[in-house]
């Protein structure tokens, strides 16, 4: 890697260090409170269909965002990423009804999409010699931020400042981001690309079975932290009796659990596929939320915490990214694409869904959609060979 890069990752990563608030914000139980009370709603999960918005954003944009990335270069990308977050964490925080809000998510499933389809191939042109690590540190910075957020919230409450505060110093501080990445260099290979369109591209891609479930699991992978992640601490609250203004620990507990999962893998990435992985992770998850929907205590909620965010949020998303874009090193842009669009169909459809379910019906919905993706990793370790030697004699 070449040392002048160092600045570009940074700003790179950092990004994912303010999405990590904002991804996150929606599901802390205070804030949908607040968010609540301020949309004049009477069901907190309510909230919950302002987090699936963001996976309408991203269906909305993930189509062009990708070739776009792949064929005027990743800065623009990350450029317009920034701006259109900075619009949906302010908006949120200022939205006077959830009409509003839902249209600043939309936007910031947008940035979002912008971001993806630009960060992962730069950070993997960036630090070529280990793609999956590289595009697992991009969930190493959410998962800091994810796990600071109590700390956050409690520095805003003893401010006496409203929490909605969070979100637009968040998005302050992605603008500042946003205008340092006019300015850093990017590797030339990420400044020319592919002038043709996601379903040009897609026409020309050798697509198999094995490829397809591999994409597929950006849905199935997607649901089980997302789930988790929206949902937990309602169930936490109303089903095991943790106490309100304690159950926010829950998201500590997440957070060092997918860090840990972040180093641990990164280590042993350079021993194993990290195909491998992509079965094992999500085969830990249905044996925790099994757990979690039978005992229903507040000590199995925080270790369930814990193993979900190694296991759901540990990279499994980050490493099926990183496995299409080495099978179609050509358009690694709209391979991207392809696994967010699954990723926020998920998102959007799932949490629609959830927002209008029970905490215990969101779990055993999350329990049945991660055991469809272990089958699918299952499928596609079999098959992984064939899908390399199709790369090779390319």
Same mark, same amino acid.
């Given at each position: 890697?070449?040392?002048?890069?160092?600045?570009?990752?940074?700003?790179?990563?950092?990004?994912?260090?303010?999405?990590?608030?904002?991804?996150?914000?929606?599901?802390?139980?205070?804030?949908?409170?607040?968010?609540?009370?301020?949309?004049?709603? @009477?069901?907190?999960?309510?909230?919950?269909? /302002? *987090? +699936?918005? &963001? =996976?309408?954003?991203?269906?909305?944009? #993930?189509?062009? %965002?990708?070739?776009?990335?792949?064929?005027?270069?990743?800065?623009?990308?990350?450029?317009?990423?920034?701006?259109?977050?900075?619009?949906?964490?302010?908006?949120?925080?200022? @939205?006077?009804?959830?009409?509003?809000?839902? /249209? *600043? +998510?939309? &936007? =910031?499933?947008?940035?979002?999409?912008? #971001?993806?389809? %630009?960060?992962?191939?730069?950070?993997?042109?960036?630090?070529?010699?280990?793609?999956?690590?590289?595009?697992?540190?991009?969930?190493?910075?959410?998962?800091?931020?994810?796990?600071?957020?109590?700390?956050?919230?409690?520095?805003? *409450?003893?401010?006496?400042?409203?929490?909605?505060?969070?979100?637009?110093?968040?998005?302050?501080?992605?603008?500042?981001?946003?205008?340092?990445?006019?300015?850093?260099?990017?590797?030339?290979?990420?400044?020319?690309?592919?002038?043709?369109?996601?379903?040009?591209?897609?026409?020309?891609?050798?697509?198999?079975?094995?490829?397809?479930?591999?994409?597929?699991?950006?849905?199935?992978?997607?649901?089980?932290?997302?789930?988790?992640?929206?949902?937990?601490?309602?169930?936490?609250?109303?089903?095991?009796?943790?106490?309100?203004?304690?159950?926010?620990?829950?998201?500590?507990?997440?957070?060092?659990?997918?860090?840990?999962?972040?180093?641990?893998?990164?280590?042993?990435?350079?021993?194993?596929?990290?195909?491998?992985?992509?079965?094992?992770?999500?085969?830990?998850?249905?044996?925790?939320?099994?757990?979690?929907?039978?005992?229903?205590?507040?000590?199995?909620?925080?270790?369930?915490?814990?193993?979900?965010?190694?296991?759901?949020?540990?990279?499994?998303?980050?490493?099926?990214?990183?496995?299409?874009?080495?099978?179609?090193?050509?358009?690694?842009?709209?391979?991207?694409?392809?696994?967010?669009?699954?990723?926020?169909?998920?998102?959007?459809?799932?949490?629609?869904?959830?927002?209008?379910?029970?905490?215990?019906?969101?779990?055993?919905?999350?329990?049945?959609?991660?055991?469809?993706?272990?089958?699918?990793?299952?499928?596609?370790?079999?098959?992984?060979?064939?899908?390399?030697?199709?790369?090779?004699?390319?």
């Amino acid at each position: 890697m070449n040392k002048k890069y160092l600045p570009s990752a940074l700003i790179l990563y950092l990004n994912y260090f303010i999405h990590g608030i904002g991804c996150s914000i929606l599901s802390q139980q205070v804030v949908k409170e607040m968010l609540a009370a301020q949309w004049g709603l @009477s069901d907190v999960m309510a909230v919950t269909s /302002i *987090a +699936a918005a &963001l =996976g309408l954003g991203r269906l909305i944009s #993930l189509p062009f %965002a990708g070739p776009l990335s792949d064929k005027l270069g990743r800065r623009l990308s990350v450029i317009i990423g920034c701006a259109s977050y900075v619009i949906f964490l302010v908006g949120i925080a200022f @939205s006077p009804n959830i009409t509003i809000a839902y /249209i *600043a +998510a939309v &936007l =910031g499933g947008i940035a979002n999409s912008f #971001l993806d389809t %630009a960060t992962y191939p730069a950070v993997a042109e960036i630090i070529d010699k280990y793609t999956g690590i590289a595009t697992m540190g991009i969930k190493f910075f959410i998962s800091i931020a994810q796990l600071l957020m109590p700390f956050f919230l409690g520095v805003v *409450a003893g401010s006496s400042l409203s929490y909605l505060m969070l979100p637009v110093v968040a998005g302050v501080a992605i603008g500042v981001l946003g205008i340092l990445a006019i300015f850093a260099p990017f590797p030339a290979a990420s400044e020319s690309g592919k002038s043709e369109s996601l379903i040009q591209n897609i026409k020309n891609a050798n697509f198999s079975i094995e490829s397809i479930a591999l994409i597929l699991i950006g849905f199935t992978s997607t649901a089980t932290f997302q789930l988790w992640l929206n949902c937990a601490q309602t169930f936490g609250t109303e089903i095991a009796k943790i106490p309100s203004e304690s159950v926010s620990v829950m998201q500590t507990y997440y957070s060092a659990g997918t860090m840990v999962a972040l180093v641990v893998t990164s280590l042993l990435i350079t021993k194993f596929k990290q195909v491998r992985f992509l079965v094992i992770y999500p085969a830990i998850s249905v044996v925790m939320l099994a757990l979690v929907y039978v005992i229903k205590t507040p000590v199995i909620c925080y270790i369930g915490a814990f193993v979900i965010g190694y296991s759901a949020a540990g990279g499994v998303l980050q490493m099926a990214t990183a496995t299409v874009n080495d099978l179609f090193p050509k358009i690694k842009g709209t391979i991207t694409s392809l696994v967010m669009i699954a990723s926020s169909l998920c998102n959007y459809t799932i949490l629609t869904a959830a927002a209008k379910m029970t905490s215990s019906q969101v779990i055993v919905m999350n329990l049945v959609i991660t055991i469809i993706g272990v089958v699918l990793a299952l499928f596609v370790n079999m098959r992984y060979g064939t899908l390399l030697k199709n790369v090779d004699a390319e």
